[in-house]
């Protein structure tokens, strides 16, 4: 009876010993779930925080150009259409929420880049401009000056090589103007002197050209630089002037953006410029067409809407 009891102690223990057993590894596998569990849960809190996202529009305000960006709530603009749209371009501003402007970028002081500005004055805040430094002899550029001054915004003039943060994470590098190009008689080519810069965001990138043509491009490749991008904003509306094949094989771009008005007594964009993007199997988006389109990015992937098809 003695070894009975012996052997049913010696039997109870071994049951008990394999479920404590058991009920360890379970535990372990458990934890091993929450772990991973909490590991994916970290990583699309990652994910959601860098993907806030940054909003890149192409404005539709007719013959001119106008970009309005935006990330987490702060904007910024990088020219502002035609004084004869002045109306239109607050009314997108006040469409798209927008209070307070932290930087606005005129790339050159043409009416149909700078006109929009006495508007915005009047209606928004803004932190900080710059532009290329070329002085217009015009009532436009007079005004904006003053206005500059009179609110005592900061100003600056921007060089090649320059860098400046529009957002977290947004940089832009400035590519021109290299020099200063002179005209056939000597002066200063506002089209040929356009702010030119190169966005990037995460893994995202889009070069803004203003009215940049054929000889600014020339010495910006002279230069030197990643001038490569997803995304290129045709210079000077699609005008047969710039876009020289050199330049578009060195962007090397998947997608275009157009600003241009429809109908404009320029022909833009021009025929012949259509065909070397289409040739190189670019996607072209234009304003006279699909109007205000839309481009977001989470930095490393991006989409494109179009207001009109």
């Known amino acids: 009876m003695n070894l009975f009891k012996k052997v049913l102690k010696i039997l109870m223990a071994l049951v008990l010993s394999l479920s404590v057993g058991l009920a360890l590894a379970g535990c372990g596998g458990s934890g091993s779930a929450a772990s991973s569990g909490a590991k994916a849960s970290a990583t699309k809190t990652t994910q959601a925080a860098a ?16 970009f ?13 259409g035609d004084i004869e749209h002045r109306e239109q371009i607050v009314s997108l501003l006040h ?14 002081p043409h009416a149909d880049h700078l006109g ?25 550029y007079k005004n904006y000056l003053q206005q500059i001054k ?9 060089k090649a090589g320059e860098d400046l943060e529009f957002f977290d994470g947004v940089k832009f590098h400035v590519l021109g103007p290299v020099s200063v190009i002179k005209d056939q008689k000597g002066n200063s ?6 702010i030119v810069g190169r966005l ?43 876009s020289s094949p050199a330049f578009l094989k060195a962007v090397f771009p ?32 234009r304003t006279d067409r699909n109007g205000t389109v839309t481009l977001t990015t989470d930095g490393s992937k991006y989409q494109i809407t179009k207001e009109r098809a």
């Open 95 to 108: 469409k798209y929420k927008v209070k307070e402007i932290s930087k606005i970028i005129i790339t050159h």
């Open 254 to 285: 998947k997608d275009a953006f157009i600003s241009c008005g429809q109908g404009n007594d320029y022909g833009h964009p021009h025929k012949v410029t259509l065909q070397k993007l289409e040739k190189a199997k670019i996607n072209i988006y």
């Open 200 to 242: 990037t965001y995460g893994s995202f990138s889009m070069l803004f050209t203003g009215d940049a043509e054929k000889e600014e491009e020339a010495t910006i490749l002279k230069q030197g630089g990643t001038l490569k991008s997803d995304v290129l904003k045709v210079g000077h509306h699609g005008s047969r002037t710039s």
């Open 189 to 194: 080519d506002f089209n040929n002197n356009s």
């Open 68 to 80: 309005l960006l935006e990330k987490d709530g702060k904007f910024v603009m990088i020219d502002t």
């Open 150 to 158: 009179s609110r005592k915004i900061p100003y600056h003039v921007l």
């Open 51 to 66: 993907g806030t996202g940054l909003t890149i529009r192409m404005l539709d305000i007719g013959q001119g150009d106008s």
């Open 116 to 140: 929009g500005m006495n508007a915005i004055f009047k209606n928004f805040k803004v932190d900080a401009i710059y532009d290329d430094g070329m002085p217009a002899n015009t009532g436009s």
